[in-house]
């Protein structure tokens, strides 16, 4: 049966959508969502999330929910016939952007028309105000659309059922690596019916200014946020190296991502508080963090590493640790082979850093689903369905497991290069004792 609606049922979405999603799952060490129950359950809701991190970003915000959600994506996506097909099936609209031109954006109007019957129907539409990704933990200028659709939608139905926008931030473990980690957070909604109510302007245009204002102060709130200037990238350096100080590494076992990100929102508060009120002593510390880094980079040290948990000890048992898995990795090497070798081997054709974790879930989605039923055939013919089995059930995690293992080892190799090397210790206690200071 064709569908009518982009939103109606569809047997297939319904059956690989919970392949997605666990696969989604399973391209992180760790996730976590919050604040699921800010998403209102009385009237139309749209998403708006940050947007760091390519289609990962849609497919973290697509598997918080069972039911159906309808996304928005850049229009240069759908060009070809077969990729426009694909979007529509997997529940994506093209959005233009202003960059795109006034003709071509004019094409717009047609897809508000369909966000509306989306939203009247009270399915969830996500939309990226930000227009573009970036990976930094900053917010870009908010786009009219997002506020365009909202208003339209109030317009037309307002009357009889509220419209929210939900704001959503999402942060990331590691924008480039693949089996990082992820949080997703829903914050408080803007009741646009009621905001717009509370408004003294005359025209849709003049609404626009204040939603867009107040959607970015709850989004920034939502992730750890750095005002967007020359030293974005450097201060976010600086809070990395103070909460390594202070022992949080973010996602590690056992430790909340989200109380983790607070702590480093606590970190950034007192860094842009001294960027304002010091800023002469800070830029000289900046510049000082910027040095480090690079050094850092250029030895291969990660940055957890310089933590005080890091002693000869805790290396010994990390050491250990390896040592005991060594033999599962090995299996899980040969396993995974295809699918690893060509992660490797798009990742090297892909300029965009972005798109690496991208790239390692579509290995893991489209390979997968080729490979697991392959091996399952290959086990239980030359084997006896016992060993088929445990053979089986151990090669499903190999993939992960042969990332989650040589992360392991590089970060094995950057304690034992850090507890070696006194002065870059050094520098980064200094750093962290200058911070305290301001």
Same mark, same amino acid.
């Given at each position: ?85 694909? $979007? ?12 795109? =031109? /006034?003709?071509?954006? &004019? +094409?717009?109007? %047609? ?19 930000e227009g573009k990704h970036r990976p930094a933990h900053s917010l870009q200028s908010l786009g009219k659309g997002t506020f365009r659709a909202a208003l339209a939608a109030n317009e037309k139905f307002g009357d009889k059922m509220p419209v929210y926008i939900v704001p959503a931030g999402i942060e990331y473990g590691d924008y480039f690596r693949y089996r990082s980690t992820s949080l997703l957070t829903f914050g408080e909604p ?16 003049? $609404? ?12 920034? =709130? /939502?992730?750890?946020? &750095? +005002?967007?200037? %020359? ?114 081997? &798009? +990742? ?91």
């Open positions: 049966m064709i569908r009518k609606h982009i939103y109606d049922k569809d047997f297939l979405y319904d059956f690989l959508k919970p392949i997605v999603d666990w696969c989604v799952r399973h391209s992180y060490r760790k996730v976590e969502v919050k604040g699921r129950e800010n998403i209102p359950a009385d009237g139309a809701v749209i998403i708006t999330p940050n947007h760091c991190n390519t289609l990962m970003d849609a497919l973290v915000v697509l598997r918080a929910f069972k039911n159906e959600s309808v996304f928005g994506a850049r229009a240069d996506l759908f060009k070809r016939p077969f990729i426009a097909k694909l $979007m529509y099936f997997v529940r994506i609209l093209p959005m233009v952007r202003q960059r795109d =031109g /006034l003709r071509n954006v &004019l +094409k717009n109007n %047609e897809t508000q028309e369909v966000i509306i019957e989306i939203l009247e129907n009270k399915v969830r539409f996500c939309m990226y105000p803007i009741n646009v019916t009621e905001f717009v109510k509370g408004l003294d302007v005359e025209n849709q245009a003049q $609404m626009i200014e204040p939603l867009r204002k107040e959607l970015a102060a709850r989004m920034s =709130g /939502l992730i750890t946020f &750095l +005002k967007d200037d %020359e030293n974005l990238y450097v201060k976010w350096a600086l809070t990395r190296i103070v909460a390594a100080a202070n022992g949080l590494n973010y996602g590690n076992f056992g430790t909340s991502l989200y109380d983790g990100m607070n702590g480093n929102r606590e970190i950034v508060q007192r860094i842009e508080a001294a960027c304002e009120e010091k800023a002469e002593q800070m830029q000289k510390l900046l510049e000082k963090v910027d040095a480090f880094e690079k050094k850092r980079k250029k030895k291969g040290m990660s940055i957890y590493s310089f933590t005080k948990k890091n002693t000869p000890l805790r290396a010994v048992g990390k050491a250990l640790a390896a040592l005991i898995g060594l033999p599962y990795y090995i299996f899980s090497t040969t396993v995974s082979s295809p699918m690893w070798l060509t992660y490797y081997l &798009l +990742k090297s054709k892909t300029r965009d850093k972005a798109f690496h974790n991208t790239v390692g879930f579509g290995i893991k989605l489209g390979l997968g689903l080729v490979l697991y039923p392959v091996y399952t055939a290959l086990a239980f013919c030359f084997m006896k369905w016992q060993f088929a089995l445990a053979a089986l059930l151990l090669s499903i995690p190999s993939y992960s497991f042969f990332f989650d293992y040589n992360e392991g080892i590089r970060r094995l190799v950057s304690d034992i290069r850090v507890l070696a090397d006194k002065k870059m210790r050094s520098i980064c206690k200094d750093i962290v004792k200058s911070f305290k200071k301001l």
